[in-house]
DNA sequence: AAATATGCTTGATTTTTGTCAACGCGCGGC
DNA sequence: GCCGCGCGTTGACAAAAATCAAGCATATTT
């Protein structure tokens, strides 16, 4: 199970990883299976894992005072689970996340990632390329937001992520647009029709 | 000039730069300065700079089909302009950056940003730290974004960066917010009333 | 100083989106 | 197999925000 975060990892990295290296790895990383509705991560809670997707998805959402929940991001195959903010300053977390199907995840402490981190090149160069992705996709996710309509921004998301759209209840979909499940519903509707 | 950035490096680092690595340092990054509505980036350019900010300040910003502006950030000083996209892919970009007051800047191209990174530790966890608070600062943003009304996301400017709504004009507080800038004015107007 | 542009406000109106409520379909648990 | 519930749809209505237009004060230019 730790052969998919090699693969991703020298992916990243553009590097090789020597046997060494990767026991290095698998003994900081466990492997932990979750079942769909199970949480990584509650509001209040101080998150203490990274967690990498092998297989399954998740979403990071939070609650407001109405009980209205917004999703932040959903998490898949080979993408990262955890609230940076509340891993590296060890703050409390204002986000859940849950998982939407039965997963495998490899977990990791901040202290140990860090330690991969300083002795490993090939994680030091994956970490940092993760952290510019993340601001990238970021940023578009903000121009999307305060420039696009409901509309436009569904149809951004049909063009960067299709596969969240064919994965996820709509209602989530909805919730990750910043929009009302109705709104989205009449969206899809009248799709055709422009 | 040059000082500034210096102590920037070495607060966000924890690190102290020799007298060699100032020089390795100034020289790379070239003071320049520019006048109010002085552009940096151009849409369908490609951003061949990073600007360090020493003194003034600066929108990043699309324009659409309708001729609307949407500002997708600030800078001041201490921050950095630039957009890491085309920057780092050598892409051409959808933005546009533009100075509001008589600035002055330090650049460098990725080039030599990646050399002073191979060879400055200090630089190479200065931008490490960059990237993760960008991330976070994002993450916050859209979460606003995604969740919070017009009024709202006012008020949370107002706590999170009180004096951007001092130092920069209301109808582009009002475009960084995703809003027109007669909603603002009116936010403002019903502010007491709540 | 006059002329011009810019930014802010306000009102009237339209458009977009949210809310509330009802209904139906399909799936999982029992 | 039946029941209940989650999920999506639809309609009617309400709320939020955008747009259009006018007017005014303040900078900026010349």
Redesign the pocket.
């Known amino acids: 199970m730790h052969e998919t975060l090699f693969k991703y990892i020298e992916d990243k990295s553009g590097m090789t990883l020597d046997s060494n290296e990767k026991i290095l790895i698998a003994e900081k990383f466990k492997a932990k299976k979750f079942r769909k509705r199970q949480y990584l991560l509650q509001e209040g809670d101080v998150c203490k894992y990274a967690g990498f997707v092998v297989r399954g998805a998740a979403r990071m959402f939070s609650v407001n005072d109405k009980g209205?929940e917004h999703i932040v991001r959903f998490g898949v195959e080979g993408w990262w689970l955890g609230d940076p903010e509340s891993y590296t300053q060890g703050t409390p977390t204002q986000f859940h996340i849950e998982l939407l199907e039965d997963s495998d995840l490899l977990l990791i402490t901040w202290d140990q990632f860090q330690e991969l981190n300083a002795t490993i090149p090939a994680v030091a160069a994956t970490l940092k390329s993760m952290d510019k992705q993340s601001f990238i996709a970021s940023q578009k996710r903000i121009h999307a937001a305060i420039s696009l309509?409901?509309?436009e921004r569904y149809e951004e998301l049909m063009k960067s992520y299709p596969s969240f759209i064919l994965r996820f209840?709509?209602?989530?979909v909805a919730s990750y647009l910043?929009?009302?499940?109705?709104?989205?519903?009449?969206i899809?509707?009248n799709a055709h029709n422009n």
Chains 1, 2 share one sequence.
Not at 169 to 172: D, E, G, V
Not at 179 to 184: G, K
């Open positions: 209205q309509s409901a509309e209840p709509q209602n989530m910043g929009i009302s499940p109705e709104t989205l519903s009449r899809k509707k």
